[in-house]
C-alpha cells in the first residue's frame, strides 16, 4: 500500500497522525498542494476529485477520503483501537469525531481559505467572520466533554482527539488561538503537542 498526502493539510495529517499513534510504518508520497500537484493529471488518476488524501492498495485500487482510510486500517490493525473496541464505543466515537469535523475541523478550514488561503483561494471576509462566529458552538461540545474525560471520546485517545488536533494545528499556523474560555481544550492541545511532536 501507498499514501498520497500532505503532511500539514487537516485532512491528510488526520491519517498521518494516525499511523504515527499507531506505530504503523506506510509508504507515503507528497502531493504538494501549494504547487498544484493535486490537479496534475497523475494525481487525478488517482482521484478525480484532485483531494488528499489517496490511499492506493496493493491491487492498484485507490480508497479516498481520510475517515475511509483510517477505518479500512484500523479493521487491518485494530489495537490499539482507535474507533472504539465495542459497537457501543466505535458509536459514540465516530459521532463525536463527526460533530468535531463539521463544527471545528471544516469551520476552521473554511476560515483559513477564507482569510488567507495557502492555496490561492480568494479571499472571503464575510465568510472568514462567519465561520468564526459560529466556530464556539462545537469548541464548548468539545470543552465540555474534556472537562469530563482526559480524551475527547473518552480516557484512550481516538479518532475524535486526532480530527481536532489536526484542525487546531492548521489553524494555528494563520493565527487561531484558542481563547481563555477553553482552558480544557488548552491543556490538551499543548498535551497532544508533545505527544505528536517531531
Not at 493539510?9 to 500537484?37: C, F, H, I, M, T
Not at 466505535?90 to 492555496?119: C, F, N, Q, T
Amino acid at each position: 500500500m501507498k499514501l498520497y498526502a500532505h503532511p500539514f493539510a487537516p485532512n491528510p495529517a488526520r491519517v498521518l497522525l494516525y499511523l504515527q499513534e499507531k506505530s504503523l510504518d506506510l509508504d507515503w508520497e507528497l502531493v504538494d498542494l501549494q504547487k498544484g500537484e493535486h490537479v496534475d493529471p497523475a494525481h487525478l488518476a488517482r482521484n478525480p476529485a484532485g483531494t488528499v488524501p489517496v490511499l492506493e492498495l496493493d491491487d492498484g485500487r485507490f480508497v479516498t477520503e481520510s475517515l475511509a482510510i483510517i477505518e479500512y486500517l484500523e479493521e487491518l490493525h485494530p489495537d490499539p483501537p482507535l474507533i472504539g473496541s465495542t459497537p457501543e464505543a466505535r458509536a459514540l466515537v465516530r459521532s463525536i469525531e463527526r460533530d468535531i469535523e463539521i463544527s471545528v475541523l471544516m469551520r476552521l478550514v473554511r476560515w483559513v481559505h477564507a482569510y488567507k488561503s495557502p492555496i490561492g483561494l480568494p479571499a472571503d471576509p464575510y465568510l472568514a467572520s462567519y465561520e468564526l462566529e459560529r466556530l464556539p458552538r462545537g469548541l464548548s461540545r468539545v470543552e465540555v466533554r474534556l472537562s469530563q474525560t482526559e480524551f475527547a471520546a473518552g480516557d484512550l485517545v481516538t479518532i475524535a482527539d486526532i480530527t481536532l488536533f489536526a484542525s487546531l494545528r492548521f489553524a494555528s499556523a494563520f493565527g487561531f488561538e484558542l481563547d481563555e474560555a477553553y482552558p480544557r481544550c488548552r491543556d490538551w492541545l499543548q498535551s497532544m503537542k508533545a505527544r505528536y511532536r517531531g
